[in-house]
Nanobody, 124 residues
Framework: VQLVESGGGSVQAGGSLRLSCAAS????????MSWFRQPPGKEREGVAV????????RYPDSVKGRFTISQDNAKNTVYLQMNSLKPEDTAMYYC???????????????????WGQGTQVTVS
């Protein structure tokens, strides 16, 4: 499975961006698709997950109400709509997918088998 992110860029505080993650290479549909971010010098953290069968979403408090994850099954693509961006949202953003549902916490990196190359988001 290959994951390719796009849509990053530079934006002023209060602005919006929409990230895309296109999946290809397998007919397996991941149980969870998630977005993570890694600010400079910090650990990677989960910012959104979508349970692909149910459409259930989860967010940490830091982005709740500002970020929205969604999916387009026909396009094998997951999106992250980011509104009211803040300088602290500056990070490399990664898309992640599992190869099989392990049942652990969605924000644990070990739950995922496939990662994209990342797309940079800079908020000033």
């Amino acid at each position: 499975v290959q994951l390719v992110e796009s849509g990053g860029g530079s934006v002023q505080a209060g602005g919006s961006l929409r990230l895309s993650c296109a999946a290809s290479g397998s007919t397996y549909i991941s149980r969870r698709m998630s977005w993570f971010r890694q600010p400079p010098g910090k650990e990677r953290e989960g910012v959104a997950v979508i349970y692909t069968r149910e459409g259930i979403t989860r967010y940490p408090d830091s982005v709740k109400g500002r970020f929205t994850i969604s999916q387009d099954n026909a396009k094998n693509t997951v999106y992250l709509q980011m509104n009211s961006l803040k300088p602290e949202d500056t990070a490399m953003y990664y898309c992640a997918a599992d190869r099989g549902f392990r049942g652990g916490r969605w924000y644990d990196l070990s739950e995922y088998d496939y990662w994209g190359q990342g797309t940079q988001v800079t908020v000033s």
